[in-house]
């Protein structure tokens, strides 16, 4: 069984710049997640997809920050402009949601970003 | 109060020994509790689940819940240096799940 995929693994950019990360969950996982996570710090969910639906994006940035699933498979998440502040690794995850394996998330490599 | 809760660490442990790694949750009615191992630079990877009260072993792993006391740990016994990493501690509340900082675990040959 494959995993989660992520593209770009590292990214370099400005601030003020715009980056698009993307993912393709495990087949068949209908819930995505993207975390942030900030070195020394643990993942912090920005947002939930089931399906194509959004279930949470409470912490979601959404002044600069923006994510969709279209299809309900891939999904891409953007920052559009990038602050310093953004620099963290970009992780997406994916669970199946059956009983046994109920909130079992499984993540992709993840996606280095720098902001300069 | 954060929501889930571990010591930082580091811990330092010698090789052969038992480490013992500690979180607490704040959510009451989070039914589902989780360990992930994440090595430097690397993404998170699960190792045990435990929904239940009282202990689950796997191998040289156990987990033990005690869901009044909302607290969960994670006891890796015969420790190896392979096993040095950091230890994420995370919590289901609702839908989502919500990590703690993580543990850094350091085993000394």
């Known amino acids: 069984e494959a995993g989660v995929a992520q593209s770009p693994r590292y990214k370099i950019i400005e601030k003020r710049q715009s980056v698009a990360f993307w993912c393709n969950p495990i087949?068949?996982?209908?819930?995505l997640y993207w975390y942030q996570q900030i070195l020394g710090q643990g993942p912090k969910l920005l947002i939930q997809?089931?399906?194509?639906?959004?279930?949470?994006d409470s912490q979601l940035p959404k002044d600069r920050f923006s994510a969709e699933r279209l299809k309900g498979v891939d999904s891409t998440l953007k920052i559009q402009p990038a602050k310093l502040e953004d620099s963290a690794v970009y992780l997406c995850?994916?669970?199946?949601?059956?009983?046994?394996?109920?909130?079992?998330?499984?993540f992709g490599p993840g996606t280095r970003l720098t902001v300069l | 109060q954060k929501e889930v809760e571990q010591n930082s660490g580091p811990l330092s442990v010698p090789e052969g020994a038992i480490a013992s790694l500690n979180c607490t949750y704040s959510?009451?009615?989070?039914?589902?509790f989780f360990w992930y191992r994440q090595y430097s630079g690397k993404s998170p990877e699960l190792i045990m689940s435990?929904?239940?009260?009282g202990d689950k072993e796997d191998g040289r792993f156990t987990a033990q819940l005690n869901k009044a006391s909302q607290y969960v740990s994670l006891l890796i016994r015969d420790s190896q240096p392979s096993d040095s990493a950091t230890y994420l501690c995370?919590?289901?509340?609702?839908?989502?799940?919500?990590f703690g900082a993580g543990t850094r675990l350091t085993v000394k040959p």
């Open positions: 995850a994916s669970r199946s949601g059956n009983y046994y394996s109920y909130n079992e998330q499984f």
């Open positions: 087949s068949g996982h209908a819930t």
């Open positions: 997809f089931q399906n194509n639906g959004v279930v949470d």
């Open positions: 959510d009451r009615v989070s039914q589902s």
């Open positions: 435990i929904y239940s009260n």
């Open positions: 995370a919590v289901n509340m609702g839908e989502d799940m919500r």
